[in-house]
């Protein structure tokens, strides 16, 4: 429980400091790649915003038949478009083009959470709280399922090399019939 107050130290609503953020956005920015590779996510937020707009209008028929100075036009009026629309879910003021990707991104989360806990008050607390609760639950579940590995290797290796014996004994039982 002490790690979820950790960034209410610093004043911070999210419960995820920024740099943490950054760290998980970095990780997940590779494996989008994967997926997106002309998707730039590692950039400035608006070389993310052009090569999503860019991305987005590769895909319609029309803007194919555009000459090449009239792409660039409607490549850059739907990245502002896209950067207008996001910043206006930022939690502080728009988002700068020249920041990076992850801030922008945090601000925009950031924003969210603050509507969410201005509408919704003492639940939202209850809601962060369960998905904390199941986001360790399974870390926890994959950490016990390791643990239960190796212990399962000690044990044959104990048998192994001897140290633990198993046999088994003869008894005589009594059984009671009625």
């Known amino acids: 429980m002490v790690l979820i107050y950790v960034p209410q130290l610093?004043?911070?609503p999210l419960f995820v400091s920024q740099?943490?953020?950054r760290t998980f956005f970095d990780w997940a920015s590779g494996f989008v790649n994967d997926f997106y590779p002309s998707l730039s996510?590692?950039?400035s937020f608006g070389n993310f915003s052009e090569s999503f707009a860019k991305m987005e209008l590769t895909n319609n028929?029309?803007?194919k038949d555009l000459t090449s100075d009239q792409q660039a036009v409607a490549v850059q009026n739907a990245s502002q478009q896209f950067e207008q629309s996001l910043s206006a879910s930022s939690s502080t003021s728009p988002v700068a083009s020249s920041s990076p990707?992850?801030?922008?991104?945090?601000?925009i989360l950031q924003g969210m959470m603050n509507a969410w806990q201005s509408e919704s008050g003492g639940w939202f607390d209850v809601g962060w709280?369960?998905?904390?609760?199941?986001?360790l639950r399974s870390v926890?579940?994959?950490?016990i399922w390791f643990a239960e590995f190796i212990s399962l290797i000690f044990y044959e290796l104990l048998l192994a090399i001897g140290f633990i014996k198993v046999g088994e004994e003869s008894h005589t039982r009594e059984v009671l019939g009625y």
Do not use: C, E, M, Q
């Not at 709280?129 to 986001?135: L, Q, T």
């Not at 926890?140 to 950490?143: L, V």
């Open 129 to 135: 709280a369960a998905v904390i609760f199941i986001a």
């Open 41 to 43: 996510l590692n950039g």
């Open 61 to 63: 028929p029309s803007f």
């Open 140 to 143: 926890g579940i994959i950490f």
């Open 19 to 21: 740099k943490s953020f």
């Open 10 to 12: 610093g004043g911070n």
């Open 101 to 107: 990707t992850s801030d922008a991104f945090y601000n």
